[in-house]
């Protein structure tokens, strides 16, 4: 039996060798992108997977995709290329919907795409191609992790959304455009204009993801002159800058965003695309004529002047063909523009200047052909210094679009502007140095020493040091009309005057490009319409929220065991405003993942997996602590955590400057393994050893096992096998193959784990470590191990003494053929310790020498049969056992009678080296065993009595033939009926019933009958003298033999049946002598009849008394009641 076991052995290891060897050559190789990747909710994903290795490059692989979900640790079906039902219900619509698919690249490519990712299509995907060439030869899978995150892109604008501006106009537009993702992304701008009449628009210019600039299609050219421009101010306002509109740029003009992401593998995608809204940008035309050279003059008859009073600068051009052509004209005032006339004559006043334009103090216009005239009235002591009249020519294209010809500019003019005598005096009170965004800022400007009414203007402009003149921001008239520039008509900006003499400039919200020098500029009206004015100007700051908010993060403990709570605390100090809060875990060598978002709102979005966090929001002073607690924690949560905080303002996000980083460690519990072991074991040679190892301590709930057995001889260690907690083995390499092949693990309760060695050899002696590793289960469901504890067991092998003999009595078995027969082969003494092999022999009768092997059972326990042409149906027929170690038993089913002969046994005695080679130790035959298989004789017996039948001619005569005894149940019978006539000695057949239920010979007056299974009757009808004679049938039995088939066993004869068939109309008319002797011989009949009755009588008596009380059944009367089923011909 333990031979046996090691026979199975072999082919089992050769079995899982060849297919390691194979799956080292493996030749399919699956195939996905680099992950992992991060995708917005919302956006499009794409994942491609090809497969090579495949016998057939063109046929189509079947490709399946699945997902593990970090809350779901089991797969989920989404689709297959080639299978409609393989798709999991909850992805059951999406994918009828087309929101899911699978498409072929090539007969081996295939991509995997979503349209739009719903916040739970984060986890692992997992591409498998279906084996359909049966030959699973390689790698058939490939996973990537997808990383669903907030779509947290904005963009907007403030501009109107209708412009109408006049060709050869300025534009500017604002966006804004932010992204609040923690991930490492880019972000591209762009503004496109949809013409009029076209679906699709058309970039303008763009700032890619590498910050570079990109003009769009028919705007390079002048990108290249400077007249479009984008410009980037602080961290999310994109500004574009047309310095001259063209007919062409008429249509629907907007700003888009897209936010950008680097993959693994090096290439960038795009996560995500928003557009803020549309304006209507509308472009008259202008007619202009061609452009030449000019001369260009500027005059002035009063370059000295009071505050009030009124400056006129004459200017004029003066160039060939002048009629024909069209001028651009402007003035400037230290170098910056103050107003100018367009080629099509319209006026434009700079936005600095526009207020002054509205109130008629600034004008300019066109005299003649030649002049123009610019008016300042009143002018005030600011607009000191130097003036110069610049006209340029431009030349109208075919497409409507001016072109600008050189600028000439006019010899500078200098004007002085001296105050007027006036108590006036103006003052700001309490200007705050700074102010925090988002607050609100407040400016008084005090007046005194005035005697008319007073209309005030506030201005600003950035720094001190710059040149540029002040904006309006708003002013009052000294009516009472408040104004406000158009850059702050968006603004909740105010003037008022709470007492005659002061004025306030509040303005809410404030952001820090509000920052610069704030003057305040008070005018007094006279009743003769003249004016004196007086400013102050003052410095105010505006500082960035993001400046004074502080992030911190701290924990009560940071180390941690397994299963354990940690909680984290963020503080965010400083000015109360709306908080965007996101959680973040970096593990070791890994890019930053969310957990959870907290927006300002109040929402909560998970990123991940959410049962292992809870968080809680607690509002203090000048403070809000933000906690995320990690509910049981495991070697998933260790890792460095961070908050980043930011707040929406100026309608985009603004990031505050991170947290400090805290590593959270998660550590094992303390190990409790302990283990128990013989110390010592001593055994025969080849016999069994079992060496257990036992785990005495209480394992906890979830404790799994890895078990490591080790062998130390001649001071060398060598692994023999492991099995790790989900018992799995895998056998030692530096282990020698023959040792491999006898070992096994074992484990039981307790636990226990039982080290086994079948046939112990010599060289198995040493010490054998038993090395155990207790695993654990975390919260999250991931399995840690503790450190591993380790007992030994000391081994001894004995050899034992050698003998060995077998039973040599002869035995004789007589049996019968289909029977089967069992022969003994016994040994009478023999050491367990050594192995055994037998042979059985057998010899034909008579025939001794010519001995041959019939099967084999080797000491390793392999059956063999030798091949043998005429022993080949014997064999098929033998079954070898072993019942115990020293009996050894062959047995044939269904003896034929070939298998007549002699048979023996020879046992041979077989031990290991220590080479592990066998070695045969001794030899012993059995006694022979003389088998005689006999075929079944017949039994076969039919009923013979001999009667006599007198019939009249017409009547029916029924011919019985019954069968008292057969040999078999399977036997078949052949019955013929023969007819002989009187005083004649040929014996005819009349009727043939085969045995195989066909018939032959009789005639259309004969009726075969099989009433009964062992009765047979022919009835011969309508009979005549002619059918007169002796009747009798004959019987053939016909058995079955397992080495000749069907034969002819027997043929008995019935007893003889006397028909005399009398004639009618044979009684006739006769005289009185013939009538007397006719009435003797009718005496005569009867009294013979009555005497054969008797002596019959008396014989059937005599044979019932010599029978034993079972008299033979008769040949004519007695019926058998074995069946009632009747066959008749």
Known sequence: MKSSLLSLCRPTLLMWMGFLLRCADASVNTE??????????GSRLSISCNVSGFKSEETPKIFDFRVTKPSRPNELNIISSGDKDFSYSIYLDRVRDGDISVKYVDPNSAIFEIESLLKDDGGEYDCTVRDTEHGYHGTYNAKIVVYVIDNSLSVSSSDPTSLSYDEGDA??????????????????????????????????????????????????????????????????????KMAQLELSDQGQIFCGAEEWIQDPDRSWYMMTRKDAKESTLTVKAREVSETSSLVVKMTSKQTTLQEGEELLLSSSIDSQNLEGKFFSVAWLWNGIELVRIGPTGIVSVTPE????????????????????????????????????????????????????????????????????????????????????????????????????????????????????????????????????????????VRVMRPTDDSFVLELDDVIPSDSGVYRCTVTEWEPSGK?????????????????????????????????????????????????????????????????????????????????????????????????????????????????????FLENAFKKLPESNHLRVMVQNPVSTLALSSEPSISQIINSDVHINCRVTSKPSQSSQYAVTWLHQHDAANK??????????????????????????????????????????????????????????????????????????TKLTVIEPANDLTVERNEQQLTISEGNEVELECIMTSGAPAFFYKVIWFYAPPSFLSMNASLVELDQTGLLVYPENQALQSLQGRLRLSRPSQKNFYLKIQTAHETDSGTYWCQVEQYQLDNEGQWKQKASESSGPVTLAVNVADSKLSIEKTEDKMNISAAEDMTIPCNIAQHTSSESQFQVTWFWQKDAETEQRPIFTAYRNSTFKGGHENVRFSHPLPHQFTLTILNTGPKDSGLYFCEVEEWLHSLTQGWRRAV????????????SEGRVKSLPESDCMSGTLIVTLVVVTIILLFIILTLVLVMCRNKASNKAAPSLWTEQHPLSDKTAEI
């Open 719 to 792: 692994t023999i096998l492991s099995s790790d907690r989900k018992a799995v083995e895998t056998l030692g390499s530096q282990t020698e193959q023959s040792f491999r092949q006898r070992v096994i693990m074992k484990r039981t309760n307790g636990p226990t784990f039982e080290l086994t060695i079948r046939q112990a050899r010599i060289s198995d002696r040493g010490s054998y470590f038993c090395e155990v590793v207790e695993w654990l289960q975390d919260p999250r469901g991931d399995w840690y191990p503790l450190p591993g504890k380790s007992v030994i």
């Open 32 to 41: 996905i992108q680099t992950g992992p990747l991060y995708r917005a909710e």
């Open 1051 to 1062: 043929v008995k004869k019935s007893g003889n049946l006397n028909v005399t068939v009398l």
């Open 353 to 492: 200047y526009s207020e002054r334009g509205r109130q008629g103090e600034l004008r300019a216009t066109r005299t003649g052909n030649r002049n123009y005239q610019f008016v300042m009235k009143p002018v005030k002591t600011m607009d000191e210094g130097q003036y110069v009249f610049r006209a340029w020519t431009e030349e109208r294209g075919d497409d409507g679009a001016f072109k600008q010809g050189t600028a000439q500019d006019s010899d500078p003019l200098s004007v002085k502007i001296s105050s007027t005598e006036s108590e006036l005096s103006v003052r700001m009170q309490d200007v705050p140095p700074t102010i925090t965004q988002r607050d609100r800022l407040r400016l008084v400007c005090n007046v005194g020493g005035f005697k008319g009414q007073l209309s005030v203007t506030w201005k600003r402009k950035l720094t001190a040091k710059q040149i540029a003149l002040f904006n309006i921001i708003v002013s009052l008239s000294q009516g009472g009309v408040m104004e406000t520039a158009a850059d702050f008509t968006s603004r909740n």
């Open 171 to 240: 534009l500017t537009l604002t966006c804004q455009a932010s992204s609040n993702t923690i991930q490492h992304t880019h972000l591209s701008v762009a503004w496109y204009l949809r013409k009029d009449g076209e679906d699709a628009a058309r970039p303008i210019i763009s700032l890619d993801r590498f910050f570079t600039l990109i003009p769009g299609p028919g705007f390079e050219q002048r990108y290249v002159e400077g007249a479009v421009r984008l410009d980037k101010l602080g961290e999310a306002t994109y500004i574009l």
């Open 531 to 647: 004016s004196h004015s007086r400013e102050q100007s003052a410095n105010v700051t505006v500082i960035p929220i993001d400046s004074l908010v502080k992030v911190s993060l701290r924990s009560r403990t940071n180390i941690v065991t397994v299963g354990d709570n940690v909680e984290l605390m963020c503080q965010v100090k400083g000015p109360s405003v709306l908080k965007h809060l996101i959680w973040t875990k970096q593990n070791n060598n890994s890019t930053l993942n969310n957990i959870v978002t907290l927006s300002s709102d109040g929402s909560v979005s998970w990123s991940g997996d959410q049962h292992h966090y809870q968080v809680k929001v607690d509002n203090q002073n000048n403070a809000v602590m933000y906690y995320l607690k990690i509910v049981g924690a495991s070697r998933r949560e260790a890792g460095i955590y961070q908050c980043m905080v930011s707040v």
